[in-house]
């Protein structure tokens, strides 16, 4: 039986899926558990059990999760890219109307007007005039699940899509839009576009990637958007931006205190994944995929670990092995396989950057011993026989 630890109210469409036999749920518990699974619960603080194998995140970011700590421990996280698109995708379309309509001031003024309402609002409304998106130059800064439906979305909404993304997949490409033009260079992309939208992910590299070298090069009066991660902007530079009138307006998911009084900044209270429909698709997703990793050692979707999957042949054991990405590493655990007559039927090796994962299928009874000596070895991390 595997023990699950629970954090956050996670869609109860994902949660269901471990009512069987081989699961058991708590609430935020982790002396003994197998798995965690949550949403923005922050673990850099927290003790792990000996036993944790794997971390499910029903979002995508992973900034809550220690993934260094992890991943030197051998626990791999997961993440599910892709299944709050849709919301984050209908969420930048409003943050594009709110940027150049002024909508949102426009609400706010009218809810002061207190006689003769009808004659205010036809004198005061051309205060609040803005462009139709129409005609209008859009840059797309990332070009994955997110950035590909938002460059589409654009399209349809009449607006000429500028995308910039170095490291776009060809599953990815396959699913652009065909009249979505292609930067060559980010500076392109700043220079030309009128509104701006960012769809990377927050990694060390990436902090502040939107700051004041960047805005310089900006076309005077851009407007930009933030749904993807608060952390992506220097703040400060955005707030100079817009009062020098280099940005018109920043519109973004991720209040900041400096951004609340600051004229022409719209924040949204990280709304980009709160519809049901998101919600259910990221728990499903999250289960799905520490389900398949405690069953069978299968791993899809992780931020540490390579993708690895191999299906399971009828008659035989599992053992994964988890270990530092060296040479000669393959020859020294098979030949502990030939000495204890263990017949390797199927195996796969995957390897990310310093780390490898090895899903091997045998025939034979495997020894307490053999595993021991694996364990040894040295490069090696974490061993796991599944029945």
């Not at 809810?111 to 205060?127: H, P, Q, R, T």
């Not at 998911?253 to 519809?275: M, Q, R, W, Y």
């Not at 035989?316 to 530092?324: D, G, L, Y």
């Amino acid at each position: 039986m595997f023990e699950i630890s629970m954090f956050n109210k996670v869609s109860e469409s994902g949660m269901k899926l471990f009512n069987n036999d081989n699961y058991m749920i708590n609430e935020g518990d982790l002396k003994s558990s197998d798995g965690i699974i949550l949403r923005s619960e922050k673990l850099h603080d927290k003790a792990f059990s000996s036993n944790l194998k794997a971390i499910a995140r029903a979002g995508a970011g992973y900034n809550n999760i220690p993934v260094e700590k992890c991943t030197e421990k051998g626990i791999v996280v997961f993440n599910t890219p892709g299944a709050n698109a849709n919301g984050v995708m209908e969420l930048t379309l409003l943050s594009l109307l709110l940027s150049s309509r002024k909508v949102y001031e426009g609400i706010m003024w009218t809810k002061e007007l207190e006689d003769d309402i009808s004659s205010n609002v036809e004198k005061g409304k051309k205060n609040f005039a803005g462009p139709e998106l129409k005609n209008k130059t859009f840059g797309v800064i990332g070009l994955g699940a997110i950035g590909v439906l938002v460059a589409n979305m654009g399209i349809k909404m009449g607006m000429d899509v500028i995308g910039y993304d170095p490291y776009m997949s060809v599953k990815r490409a396959l699913g652009l839009s065909w009249d979505v033009k292609y930067a060559e260079s980010l500076d392109e992309l700043l220079s030309n576009a009128d509104y701006i939208s960012i769809h990377i992910p927050l990694m060390e590299k990436t902090k502040g990637f939107i700051n004041e070298e960047i805005l310089n090069k900006v076309k005077d009066g851009a407007r930009l958007i933030n749904n993807s991660r608060g952390g992506l902007v220097d703040i400060n530079a955005v707030v100079n931006a817009l009062k020098s009138g280099k940005l018109s307006k920043y519109v973004t998911d991720f209040p900041d205190k400096l951004l609340l009084n600051c004229e022409n900044a719209i924040c949204i209270p990280h709304l980009g994944a709160s519809t049901p429909e998101s919600e259910e698709n990221c728990a499903i997703m999250a289960a799905n995929q520490l389900i398949g990793f405690l069953e069978n050692g299968n791993i899809i979707n992780s931020v540490n670990y390579p993708k690895c999957v191999m299906e399971r042949i009828e008659g035989t054991q599992r053992i994964t092995i988890m270990n530092k990405n060296i040479s000669n590493m393959i020859g020294s655990y098979t030949k502990i396989f030939s000495e204890y007559n263990i017949n390797i039927i199927d195996m796969i090796n995957k390897s990310k950057g310093e780390y490898a994962y090895n899903i091997i299928d045998v025939e034979g009874d495997i020894a307490k011993e053999m595993i021991g000596e694996i364990e040894n070895l040295e490069g090696i991390i974490k061993v796991r026989l599944i029945n």
